[in-house]
């Protein structure tokens, strides 16, 4: 931990106490004028430090909308998803930021940027994130296992994501593979990477951006895209990133160490907008109706199409639009 | 093409004649004081360019081992391998080197170094690779599939390189999935790596070490490794490069437009080196001898138990290990 994530810590264990320069630097063992530094660094980081003649340091409110390293980590109950934040002002992209020091840093590493300068969604489309509206994060993965099986990470994700929302009491559910969405519009996207061998993967990122409190939304998505506070919901976005790296954490450790499918499966079915729907699946410029029964074993769509045949639809083979009225 | 490509290829044109520096200069738009520092550069570089007096430039010798971008474009009969190429004097790894500008460069483009520094094998074992002993070479390729369809590239290039050194008179051979073999001891390894979101692949570094002119091996390697030198034939890398990069682009085209693996499945199984022999297989470290029957429509390998069983085998589940007398 560094000497910064420790000062907060100090204060943070406190509570309501105040903890005086000289408590602290005994206690990290650090000079009373770095102490002094350090609040002041914390203050510019969004920190509303209250400082008490005679009595020391206190937090005047919660800091619950800084997205740093010390209020993600601080007690998150997970072994290593989260334990590491790096958290940027601006970056191009957060997965191409991650993609970057991929081989460099522990399997658990999230990167979150206030802002995007050049976010991406699935296919290369643009996704607009502007400075503190949203989060938008990439996680940094080391699974053990051969490339083939990546894919279905997606899914965890998108459940994780799902989970944690609803852990904090908004109604979300999941567009089969990665869409998540509140009110029939899409709140939050994920775009998964990979880096491999042929036999192996070297990392993945998953890439998730959350709508937070985006008001305004270009013409061309207006219709389909929202944001929590656009729907009512005031959450705080280090309580989202906590749920969701103990939410994910739980999923992957049970797919990757004991090839548990099941419990991201039975979120996917639970959390789905779709099944049981109509959709129109778009597949090389074609579109058809067709009503969804379930995500089978690989992840994959079960769908009926009109003359009564069952298909399986693979992720990224089409693309669903919803039928109004449902999706 | 760049200048001093163009002073190199109207050199190469000329083929026993002299270019005077006026008709160069003529020829090529820029300053007799330019083509006098291209010349000296290009011989820096290796090129033994003779001067007469009053006649002017010719090539002094076929420079048929420098592996620059020059020599191995010239007239090269490909559409698009190979028709960029990056020479290195020195680099950790040409794959690391391939994945840092993978976005950024024209799929076909040929990363090749004199020396790696961290040269590296499958499964992060290390690779020798001693300055101008090899061709250490990683060829970036951007084909519009799904990742899963990725893993077969390794069979396309295997199959690439045996063919291109059989064309030059090699007698090689496969061990399969992707070790090229002369009179039974590992001449080439090629190390598949992938760059992919879950739908669509964004790159693929295909790297390629081949031993040339390397006497000394490692006392752990020795009985099991061997260069071109070693085994009697004295050819010219750029040769083994060029064919390399016109029997990969048949393949690889036939492959990734029609979907044909026929043509590299052929010659895989033509050129094998274990195919109807027995090898060990060794899987979660217990070993079992087997015998090869075919290499199958998905690159898996067919073996028969001493049970009489068949089985499929997938690269990178098992290490092949040759029985004595035979691989």
């Known amino acids: 931990m560094f000497v910064r994530e420790k000062v907060i810590k100090a204060i943070l264990d406190s509570g309501e106490n105040f903890m005086s320069g000289e408590q602290l630097s005994k206690k990290l063992g650090i000079s009373r004028t770095a102490v002094w530094k350090h609040i002041n ?18 937090l005047a409110e919660k800091p619950d909308d800084i997205l740093s390293s010390e209020n993600i980590a601080y007690n998150l109950p997970t072994e290593f998803i989260g334990k590491k934040v790096i958290h ?65 990470l997606t899914l965890v ?33 994920i775009l998964t990477e990979l880096s491999a061998e042929m036999e192996r993967v070297n990392y993945v990122v998953i890439g998730i951006g959350i709508n937070i409190k985006t008001i305004d939304f270009p013409d061309e998505i207006k219709e389909k895209a929202t944001s929590l506070y656009k729907e009512g919901y005031k959450l705080s ?12 954490e739980k999923l992957y450790k049970g797919y990757i160490l004991d090839g548990n499918k099941q419990d991201t499966l039975e979120l996917c079915r639970k ?57």
């Open 41 to 58: 660094a914390l203050r510019e980081e969004g920190y509303n430090i209250e400082s008490v003649n005679k009595k020391g340091y206190r």
């Open 88 to 152: 940027l002002d601006t970056v191009g992209s957060t997965n191409d930021y991650a993609k970057e020091i991929g081989n460099k840093v522990s399997g658990g590493t999230l990167i979150i940027s206030e802002q995007q300068t050049k976010g991406k969604g699935r296919l290369g489309r643009v996704w607009k994130s502007k400075s503190g509206d949203g989060i938008w994060m990439s996680l940094i993965i080391k699974p053990k296992i051969e490339p083939y099986k990546a894919p279905f």
């Open 157 to 189: 994700a998108g459940a994780s994501v799902v989970k944690a929302l609803s852990n904090l009491g908004v109604e979300a559910s999941i567009k089969w593979p990665n869409d998540i969405i509140v009110h029939n519009k899409k709140i939050c996207g």
């Open 237 to 248: 976005r280090v309580d989202i990133v906590r749920q969701f790296c103990i939410e994910f």
């Open 271 to 327: 959390y789905s907008a779709i099944i049981g729907k109509q959709v129109y699946v778009i597949k090389n410029n074609k579109r058809e109706l067709v009503k969804c029964i379930d995500i089978n074993e690989n992840g994959n769509l079960i769908v009926k199409e009109k003359n009564g045949e069952i298909q399986e639809i693979m992720s990224g083979e089409v693309s669903i639009r919803g039928v109004k009225g449902y999706v």
